[in-house]
């Protein structure tokens, strides 16, 4: 099992998270990200198992220097979402960053590769076309609407030769929206007024504490190939029931199974079922309707 991991785009909102998650899991963790030394991330020189250094991962050089030493990494820099940049730049710099961090791994003979893909490459935000199905699975796929969701696609579509060529395990995580617990009261009130508001993940949402469990799960997880996994929390956003979302919202889509009350409706079985991942929080814990 991989025990020095590089953790890439360390200093975002689910990296953060993820440093702390695998140190507390008795890694050795080196993070890098293209700022400044984060005051969110521990203090420089202040534990022997974490390091930081600064990286830009759009130059092959800088990947392979970075990895070299460590056991695994965790890629997760790139730029995070659609319209944040220009369509262009979107999808040439993610790409470029994600065959870089590969080719590296192959190049220093990594033990795994995990990295973030994205709930978008399943077809989100369904405004052109509605879901196929509902639960959502891995094979909802591909429906890239944007060069961010396409940028993610070729990164599988790479990954999947790439762990054919070289025998490491490629591990994509299809990462739903990562929020932290204070970003639940601002944001899920106005949806359970409104249920439209958030029919473009299908009430979906990713603690970012559990989606770096899915990040350690997938390290120490016996697979092999080119893998990709929902991760998603084990409920909606929502306090309606979740069957009654889809019959208001998308009366056309077909459910293929009965769903549990709040249940996600981007099913999240094939990490259960494969990394042993199992969502450990809820914004149920933080939030009470109506309070």
Known sequence: MPKKICVTGAAGKAGRVAVAELLDQGYQVLATDIVPHPPVLPAPNSRPDFGYTRADLTDYGDAV????????????????????????????????????????????????????????????????????YAPMDEDHYPRPTTTYSLSKVVGETEATHLAQWSGIPFIALRLSNVLYPEDYVEQFPKAWADPHLRKWNLWSYIDARDAAQGMWRALEADVTGARSYIIANADTVMTTPSADLMAQVWPGVKLTREVGEFETLMTIDKARRELGYEPRHSWRDHVQPGA
Do not use: C, Y
Not at 67 to 85: E, K, Q, Y
Not at 93 to 111: E, K, P, R, W, Y
């Open 65 to 132: 220097e970075l990895l070299s030493g460590v056991d695994a990494v965790v890629h997760l820099a790139n730029i995070p979402a659609p319209r944040l940049f220009t369509p262009a730049r979107t999808f040439n710099v993610n790409t470029t960053m994600n065959s870089n961090v590969f080719l590296a791994a192959i190049q220093n003979n990594l033990q795994k590769v995990v990295w973030a893909s994205s709930e978008t490459t399943l077809g989100l935000d369904f405004e052109k076309e509605p879901p196929w």
